[in-house]
């Protein structure tokens, strides 16, 4: 349920009332934008007499939510998130570049692409520490010492890090950590997601392989529930009967999404085929959509990669590439204005 109050609430009539509704059993979120003031009702709203509440001096409207997920959702917060991470931020009109390898080499590989990337522009660091593996047999990543090579990348760069957390096991290791990803695979593990919503740092959510818009939002609701509300979702491709690309990337998703929450949405081409050529036309796609930012796989030298090469683009490529992406963002912006 959200309650839509007056403009310019009186603040005593205003404590009031929460206090009221904390009574009954309801968490009450506050949401103050530009133009109004929202109190989204989280909870057992069955029992509250809508009537009643509509009929308050600085009450304006009352509705119910009809969807499962409720901090997630528009209704409940008009304005859009913005996710800061150190000196940037994902969302607010900008757009946001987390470029670097699929995983974690060397320090030699690391700092080499992190210095590159963001002589290109980009606003943050990607790195799989971790590694979630369809085969037992292929490269896992380096683990704890792949975190600790991000860190110097950092410290030699000042981006900030994003890299895949797979376990509750491992939170203690991402403290230092600037946004954690969830993956695709984990996107349902919902005690991973609990522990998550306890953190007060940015956590970015993959859609899952055949995951649906509310499932997805309902994995971001989890994070949400527990009190930390800067999640960013990452569309990367959804399983469908095409073989000829890795996945399927579903840039529809974006002016959906933008209609049903207020939190940003990042796009990730790499994943979503497989093929560094699809790349460039796919993230001009998302920029045109309307995509917060992109993440984006680059590699000193993708033949020898110990994972997912084929998708990941060299340096040069990426800079042209993200030189073309601002020049997109910056024209979509001279036009909605």
Not at 230 to 258: H, S
Not at 317 to 331: N, Q, R, T
Request: charged residues 20%.
């Amino acid at each position: 349920m959200i309650v839509i109050l007056k403009n310019s609430p009186n603040k005593a009539q205003l404590e009031t009332l929460i206090s009221w509704l904390q009574e009954k059993g309801v968490i009450v979120h506050s949401i103050t934008g530009a133009n109004q003031t929202i109190l989204g009702l989280v909870g057992d709203t069955a029992k509250l007499d809508i009537d009643l509440i509509a009929a308050l001096d600085i009450v304006d409207d009352v509705k119910r939510v009809q969807e499962p997920y409720k901090n997630a959702n528009r209704k409940f917060h008009p304005e859009d998130t913005i996710v800061k991470v150190g000196n940037t931020q994902i969302g607010g009109g900008t757009l946001s570049l987390m470029a670097g390898p699929c995983s974690v080499e060397s320090e030699e590989q690391i700092i080499e692409v992190a210095k590159a990337v963001k002589a290109s522009g980009a606003t943050m660091l990607r790195g799989g520490a971790f590694k979630p593996r369809t085969s037992p047999y292929a490269f896992q990543g380096m683990g704890a010492d792949g975190l600790e090579l991000l860190k110097l990348a950092r410290q030699e760069t000042g981006l900030p890090i994003v890299s895949e957390l797979m376990d509750i096991s491992q939170i203690p290791l991402f403290e230092d950590v600037d946004v954690i990803q969830v993956g695709a695979r984990n996107m349902q593990n919902f005690n991973l997601l609990r522990e998550l919503g306890t953190l007060r740092k940015p956590v970015m959510i993959k859609r899952g392989l055949c995951a649906t818009y509310e499932e997805w939002l309902m994995s971001a609701e989890y994070v949400m529930a527990g009190g930390n509300d800067q999640v960013i979702l990452c569309e990367r491709g959804i399983r469908t009967f095409e073989t000829y690309t890795r996945n399927t990337l579903d840039l529809a998703a974006i002016p959906v999404l933008k209609t049903l929450t207020h939190l940003p949405i990042v796009i990730d081409p790499s994943h979503a085929t497989g093929k560094s050529a699809l790349v460039d036309p796919l993230s001009c796609g998302a920029v045109a959509t309307g995509a917060d930012g992109l993440i984006i796989e680059v590699h000193n030298n993708p033949a020898c990669a110990l994972c997912d090469g084929p998708q990941s683009l060299k340096p040069d490529v990426f800079d042209k590439l993200a030189k073309k992406l601002f020049s997109l963002h910056g024209l979509m912006k001279q036009v909605e204005d």
